[in-house]
């Protein structure tokens, strides 16, 4: 996905958005973002493939996300609700080694074939 900023065009993702920001102005976005509220999104999904998502979240996943994926005050992000294109992309990009993660993450990631990676997509999205 692509933007377009003053007529030039950039790359949508946050790593390329924000590589030219201080550490002031990640501060301050983060401090303007952390005053949201989060709100899952309102999306469709299979119901029989988010409870093999499920199993496949509390056999490997839960550990560091828990309640779901739901807690804010794990260290790890909050997966619950949100939009599983962005889930199921980011999984991949983890998994690839496209994104930087801990020895555990990718650990347990790297297990995940993409049927599994769209199913707990999925299974984030339905709660």
Same mark, same amino acid.
């Given at each position: 996905m692509t933007y377009e900023v003053d007529g030039a065009e950039g790359s949508? /993702? %946050?790593? +390329?958005?924000?590589?030219? @920001?201080?550490?002031?102005?990640?501060?301050?976005? *983060? *401090? =303007? =973002?952390?005053a949201f509220d989060f709100v899952s999104a309102n999306q469709d999904f299979d119901a029989n493939m988010a409870k093999l998502g499920e199993e496949i979240h509390i056999k490997q996943c839960d550990s560091c996300h828990s309640k779901g994926g739901s807690d804010p005050d794990d260290e790890a992000s909050i997966? *619950?609700?949100?939009?599983?294109e962005y889930i199921l992309n980011s999984l991949k990009e983890y998994r690839d080694g496209l994104r930087p +993660? /801990?020895?555990? %993450?990718? &650990?347990?990631? &790297?297990?995940?074939?993409? /049927?599994?990676?769209? +199913? @707990? +997509?999925?299974y984030y999205a339905s709660l």
């Open positions: 949508s /993702d %946050m790593t +390329s958005v924000v590589e030219g @920001l201080t550490e002031q102005e990640v501060e301050e976005l *983060a *401090a =303007y =973002y952390s997966l *619950a609700g949100q939009h599983k +993660s /801990d020895k555990k %993450m990718l &650990r347990e990631i &790297r297990k995940l074939n993409d /049927d599994q990676l769209i +199913s @707990l +997509s999925e």
